[in-house]
């Protein structure tokens, strides 16, 4: 969008604005505009929402920020309901990842469960590092990972099950 800032034109895309000064600048926003447009068509950026489930403020913030300097756009919540309510007002999340212990009446495993039902494609990870947890526990095609994790491999891993969307779970 278009705009002016005192006699100065300016574009702003989401989150950012800058003054349009020389054709530099013109060049790299439609660099800009044309990455979205690839990003949205090979189904990243925005369209690759995760959800991070966790009761633990710092923790929560932890692995949001990981997800978000990996590119993807996080949302967060703090029990299983937020979680819900955030899945069901939001149709772009492609993965949720949610710790296994949160007050409450619905655990970890139960909202994976619960996501799995209701929403199918959605990948999900089940974290944990008080509860063991047994492939038979979780639902078709979730990923368990415990505490302490390796961020490498935590990012590797929503990597491949955003990449494939769960196909080869």
Same mark, same amino acid.
């Given at each position: 969008m278009a705009d002016r800032i005192g006699s100065?034109?300016?574009?702003?895309?989401?989150?950012? +604005? *800058?003054?349009?000064? =020389?054709?530099?600048?013109? #060049?790299a926003l439609q660099l800009i505009g044309a990455v979205r447009v690839f990003a949205q068509f090979w189904g990243c950026s925005e369209f690759m929402k995760i959800l991070v489930v966790e009761d633990e403020p710092l923790i929560?913030?932890?692995?949001?920020?990981?997800?978000?300097?990996?590119?993807?756009?996080?949302?967060? +919540? *703090?029990?299983?309901? =937020?979680?819900?309510?955030? #899945?069901?007002?939001?149709?772009?999340?492609?993965?949720?990842?949610?710790?296994?212990?949160?007050?409450?009446g619905m655990d970890g495993i139960r909202l994976a469960h619960y996501v799995r039902d209701r929403w199918p494609p959605i990948q999900l990870i089940v974290i944990s590092g008080k509860v063991g947890v047994q492939a038979g526990q979780l639902p078709t095609g979730a990923k368990f990972v415990g505490k302490p994790y390796h961020e490498p491999a935590l990012l590797n891993m929503v990597h491949s099950l955003i990449a494939d969307g769960g196909r080869s779970t």
């Open positions: 100065r034109p300016v574009c702003e895309l989401p989150g950012w +604005a *800058a003054p349009i000064d =020389d054709k530099f600048n013109i #060049l929560r913030l932890g692995l949001a920020t990981v997800i978000e300097e990996a590119g993807y756009e996080v949302l967060e +919540a *703090a029990n299983a309901g =937020d979680a819900i309510k955030s #899945l069901e007002a939001d149709r772009n999340i492609r993965l949720v990842l949610t710790d296994v212990d949160m007050p409450g």
